[in-house]
């Protein structure tokens, strides 16, 4: 019996004390978010960001869709994914698209502990620079999520988050749905993120099919309406560098 006391209150510490390192840091940064951006101030422009990748299918049709329509965007890739696929980051560079940092392995910041989550920002840091000869500005943590020590870890890097998620991981998600969305949603300064790759734990493999399906009709809609996606470096310069 006093074993399974103390087994209980054991339990109880350890939960409550990764509730402080993990759960409430995540919270607290997305509401308040001191250091942790969420869209532009000020700017003409919004900007596509694209999670998860790079994806030898998707990201080139995405690659595709955006030359084909002269809008930027900005890939947060997966280190693990991007070193076998170096070409497509240096097709990104060259066509004008920023790449950030989205971790080594695609895990929670949740479960590092500050020496790993910096390990993982470096380790993702050093893929980009290989294979597309440029330093990282942004990192967005995997699920947006945030620990104790996420902004310490992340410097010199701008953590940003999104002013617009729309589930384009599930494919419960239609096309249709999603791009009524992201056309009722578009807005100056908005940062959306969608994925590119559905190969990640939690994610359908085909759902970027809904969401490349969704784009090639609002990409053109957003064009009429005369916004135009940047990177998150342009959208910076076009606002005020005030960040919300
Ligand atoms: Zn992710």
Redesign the pocket.
Known sequence: MIVIKWFLVVSLVIGFCWLLYAVFPTYLYRWFHPNVYINVKRAQSFALTF??GPHREYTVQILNLLKEHEMKATFFVVGSIAEEQPDLLKRMVMEGHEIGI?HYN?VSAWFLTPGRLKKEIQMCKDVIIEAAGVEPIFYRP??GHLNLFSIWCARPYHTIIWSNIFGDWSLKKTKRALEAEMKSKLKRGAVYVLHDNGE?KGADEKAPEHTIGALREFIPYAKQHKMNSKTLSELQKEGTSTWN
């Open positions: 999670d998860d989205h695609h995997p699920w990640t």
